[in-house]
């Protein structure tokens, strides 16, 4: 199975920074990421596809980026709703491996 | 609209198998793959398997193999999801999603159901 190491685990920003998010994959998986966002007691929420494609309906703060092995996660201007857990997932060859998951926590 | 209606909370004992249904609607049932993810409390999301919804094909992580097996009923547009031998580090909440099929490509989980949360416990 791909691994995907995610960092760091827990990062502490305040409203209005911009933040980002790695990702590795332990193989190549071309630009097969997606990234989720969850909050406590919810459903994960997709927000990224393709690396750096836009989900519908997603404010455009949030931004991809990637090819192979590193991806990240920007969101520039954070905003108060947006501290929550983020998870990669690399979703190729019929398979999808999540990272460990990012806190977003308020400084 | 699309949605996913997972079956309710289970409480099993060590050992016992668990059968967690994911009825969906909304949509061309052959259009979308279905995936598993658990997550255990305070834990991080994990991928279990796929399916897929037109043929016998899955592809379960290899943690799971031997002991999750996949299956779905088309004509009453549910999918499901059986573990077995269950242990304590089984108990998590256990997630249906769907990814939409394409010829040329992957494509990501899309919709979610709500969740079952399972209980393991003696």
């Known amino acids: 199975d791909i691994q995907m190491t995610q960092s760091p685990s827990t990062l502490f920003a305040s409203i209005g920074d911009t933040v980002s998010i790695n990702c590795r994959a332990s193989?190549?998986?071309?630009?097969?990421v997606a990234w989720f966002q969850q909050k406590p007691g919810k459903v994960p929420k997709l927000l990224i596809y393709r690396a750096s494609s836009l989900e519908g309906g997603i404010p455009s703060r949030f931004g991809g980026s990637g090819f192979g092995t590193d991806f990240t996660l920007t969101i520039n201007s954070l905003q108060p709703e947006d501290f929550a857990t983020y998870y990669c997932?690399?979703?190729?060859?019929?398979?999808?491996?999540f990272g460990e998951g990012t806190k977003v926590e308020i400084k | 609209q699309v949605q996913l209606v997972q079956s309710g909370a289970e409480v099993k004992r060590p050992g016992a198998s668990v059968k967690v249904s994911c009825k969906t609607s909304g949509y061309t049932f052959s259009d979308y793959d279905i995936t598993w993810v658990r997550q255990a409390p305070g834990q991080g999301l994990e991928w279990m398997g796929w399916?897929?919804?037109?043929?016998?094909?899955?592809n379960y992580a290899q943690k799971f193999q031997g002991r999750v097996t996949m299956t779905k009923s088309a004509s009453m547009r549910t999918a499901y999801m059986e573990v077995t031998g269950l242990r304590s580090d089984d108990a998590a909440i256990y997630y249906c999603?769907?990814?939409?099929?394409?010829?040329?490509?992957?494509?990501?989980?899309?919709?979610w159901g709500q969740g079952t949360p399972v209980s393991v416990s003696s």
């Open positions: 997932q690399q979703y190729s060859f019929y398979s999808g491996t």
């Open positions: 999603a769907l990814s939409y099929r394409t010829s040329s490509g992957y494509n990501p989980l899309t919709y």
């Open positions: 193989q190549s998986v071309s630009d097969w």
């Open positions: 399916m897929s919804p037109i043929s016998d094909n899955a």
